[in-house]
């Protein structure tokens, strides 16, 4: 640990402890951190991991997120970090890998990937500009190595009308794509599987999602660009896309019809979300979806949805066997997550800080308080 004797009695200015908090929000793990000085304690600092389960949307790693709505935002988290959704199949992801995180929402998946493998590059695209807004605001807050783009994927350029639900927002989706009886049930599923689960401490989380079923969603429209996938490959000039995620109520095919023969070799791995609801226009679209990928060489594992089962949601994990030869290091797998090491975390820092602004010691917490 350095020798931060000199920390008590040298002057500590508010940005200096604001560059301190910026850089640990900018190590692996890290959700949350607080930065203090006093002059008979000097620096110290506490930290709190993104990877347990979120004890409550408004408190422990979530508290300081942009958002619409908490209880999502709960559920967004414990799907990704904890449940680590898009690394099942054997989805990996090594050094300075390309992520496109197609509905990136607010951005969750591009916070994991920005904690779990910091050298990553993602490309995040969200249409709505309401959420989009909340992307941006994320994705500064802890520095990651994203590129916003305000726009949706599909099989052509166009410009069409979303339904934005505030409440959930997650379901927001293209307007001649919605489903409200859909998204009813679903939630009445999500809710009925929950509780099935049994899992500790989520009774009050389950309440509230319930009580979306009890009322109209609130629904607004907004007008929203979409582009096709090679358009933007041409214009980013993305060298390979290591993981291709996709989670776009219902315009998944319309996303993978997006992209030219000759761009896809760059895709190496793809995670997606499918939706086959029976007596829908989507009924027989994971079988679609599968005959798809499997022409274009792909090894692929698919399964429902644990939380969503018996409303026609399921996940989809495709990777091209060559990945495997690629040389770089596998940096991200399922199972790899751990929480933050402060000797790690102090040991990063003093690379970047002079002596003196160094904390005397990292803590690692379960909970902090918002200031």
Same mark, same amino acid.
């Given at each position: 640990?350095?020798?931060?004797?000199?920390?008590?009695?040298?002057?500590?200015?508010?940005?200096?402890?604001?560059?301190?908090?910026?850089?640990?929000?900018?190590?692996?793990?890290?959700?949350?951190?607080?930065?203090?000085?006093?002059?008979?304690?000097?620096?110290?600092?506490?930290?709190?991991?993104?990877?347990?389960?979120?004890?409550?949307?408004?408190?422990?790693?979530?508290?300081?997120?942009?958002?619409?709505?908490?209880?999502?935002?709960?559920?967004?988290?414990?799907?990704?970090?904890?449940?680590?959704?898009?690394?099942?199949?054997?989805?990996?992801?090594?050094?300075?890998?390309?992520?496109?995180?197609?509905?990136?929402?607010?951005?969750?998946?591009?916070?994991?990937?920005? /904690?779990?493998?910091?050298?990553?590059?993602?490309?995040?695209?969200? =249409?709505?500009?309401?959420?989009?807004?909340?992307?941006?605001?994320?994705?500064?807050?802890?520095?990651?190595?994203?590129?916003?783009?305000?726009?949706?994927?599909?099989?052509?350029?166009?410009?069409?009308?979303?339904?934005?639900? =505030?409440?959930?927002?997650?379901?927001?989706?293209?307007?001649?794509? /919605?489903?409200?009886?859909?998204?009813?049930?679903?939630?009445?599923?999500?809710?009925?599987?929950?509780?099935?689960?049994?899992? =500790?401490?989520?009774?009050?989380?389950?309440?509230?999602?319930?009580?979306?079923?009890?009322?109209?969603?609130?629904?607004?429209?907004?007008?929203?660009?979409?582009?096709?996938?090679?358009?933007?490959?041409?214009?980013?000039?993305?060298?390979?896309?290591?993981?291709?995620?996709?989670?776009?109520?219902?315009?998944?095919?319309?996303?993978?019809?997006?992209?030219?023969?000759?761009?896809?070799?760059?895709?190496?791995?793809?995670?997606?979300?499918?939706?086959?609801?029976?007596?829908?226009?989507?009924?027989?679209?994971?079988?679609?979806?599968?005959?798809?990928?499997?022409?274009?060489?792909?090894?692929?594992?698919?399964?429902?949805?644990?939380?969503?089962?018996?409303?026609?949601?399921?996940?989809?994990? /495709?990777?091209?066997?060559?990945?495997?030869?690629?040389?770089?290091?596998?940096?991200?797998?399922?199972?790899?997550?751990?929480?933050?090491? =402060?000797?790690?975390?102090?040991?990063?820092?003093?690379?970047?800080?002079?002596?003196?602004?160094?904390?005397?010691?990292?803590?690692?917490?379960?909970?902090? /308080?918002?200031?």
């Amino acid at each position: 640990m350095p020798d931060n004797g000199r920390t008590a009695a040298t002057e500590i200015s508010t940005a200096d402890l604001n560059r301190i908090h910026d850089l640990l929000l900018r190590c692996p793990g890290v959700a949350r951190a607080r930065v203090t000085h006093s002059a008979s304690e000097g620096l110290s600092a506490q930290v709190l991991g993104w990877d347990k389960p979120a004890p409550s949307p408004d408190s422990g790693p979530l508290a300081e997120l942009a958002k619409h709505n908490p209880d999502e935002l709960q559920f967004l988290h414990d799907e990704i970090f904890v449940g680590e959704s898009y690394l099942q199949g054997g989805i990996t992801l090594r050094e300075n890998a390309v992520v496109f995180d197609v509905g990136a929402n607010i951005g969750i998946f591009s916070l994991f990937v920005g /904690a779990r493998c910091p050298s990553a590059e993602v490309v995040a695209f969200e =249409p709505i500009p309401d959420i989009y807004d909340h992307l941006c605001r994320n994705a500064e807050r802890h520095g990651i190595r994203v590129r916003p783009l305000r726009m949706g994927l599909s099989d052509r350029d166009q410009e069409v009308t979303f339904n934005f639900y =505030p409440d959930l927002s997650i379901m927001s989706c293209r307007s001649d794509y /919605a489903d409200l009886d859909n998204e009813t049930m679903l939630v009445e599923k999500y809710v009925e599987n929950a509780k099935a689960s049994g899992d =500790p401490g989520r009774d009050e989380h389950i309440a509230r999602v319930a009580s979306l079923t009890s009322r109209d969603f609130d629904l607004s429209e907004r007008r929203c660009e979409l582009r096709r996938l090679s358009s933007v490959i041409d214009e980013t000039d993305v060298p390979r896309i290591d993981l291709l995620k996709i989670d776009v109520q219902r315009s998944e095919l319309d996303v993978l019809k997006g992209i030219d023969d000759r761009h896809w070799p760059l895709v190496r791995q793809i995670a997606m979300e499918v939706h086959d609801e029976t007596g829908t226009p989507t009924e027989g679209r994971l079988k679609e979806v599968r005959a798809l990928l499997l022409d274009r060489g792909f090894e692929i594992t698919d399964s429902e949805v644990d939380l969503l089962r018996g409303a026609g949601r399921f996940s989809v994990q /495709a990777i091209h066997p060559a990945y495997a030869d690629d040389p770089r290091p596998v940096a991200v797998s399922a199972g790899s997550g751990a929480e933050p090491e =402060p000797q790690a975390l102090l040991d990063s820092l003093a690379r970047q800080l002079p002596a003196h602004l160094v904390p005397r010691q990292i803590t690692l917490v379960s909970e902090l /308080a918002l200031d």
